[in-house]
Nanobody, 118 residues
Framework: QVQLVESGGGLVQPGGSLRLSCAASGSIFNIYQLGWYRQAPGKQRELVATITRDDSTNYADSVKGRFTISRDNAEKTVILQMNSLKPEDTAVYYC????????????WGQGTQVTVSS
């Protein structure tokens, strides 16, 4: 099973930007879908953005136009570029994926904390 490790979180002011990175322990070339999820305090984990093997992307309505997901198969990384950040984006962000369309998600990692505050 591929291990995914998130990094890049931090404290940023409203309107600022952050770039999250997800490093995979193995090849991601044949992984059907990779994505970013987040969990705010007291809330359930939610989907933020996904990208498939053919680079088709999907975004939660709350982040459309502000966040961009991309994958670099050669570097075995998945990137989430977050712009125009809002306080409601504050959460722990996780990277995950599924090997095929029918497969379950991989095990969850530790995530990376994103805090948007002035």
């Amino acid at each position: 099973q591929v291990q995914l490790v998130e990094s890049g979180g931090g404290l940023v002011q409203p309107g600022g930007s952050l770039r999250l990175s997800c490093a995979a322990s193995g090849s991601i070339f044949n992984i059907y879908q990779l994505g970013w999820y987040r969990q705010a305090p007291g809330k359930q984990r939610e989907l933020v953005a996904t990208i498939t093997r053919d680079d088709s992307t999907n975004y939660a309505d709350s982040v459309k136009g502000r966040f961009t997901i991309s994958r670099d198969n050669a570097e075995k990384t998945v990137i989430l570029q977050m712009n125009s950040l809002k306080p409601e984006d504050t959460a722990v962000y996780y990277c995950n994926g599924r090997r095929t369309v029918w497969a379950p998600l991989f095990s969850w990692g530790q995530g990376t904390q994103v805090t948007v505050s002035s």
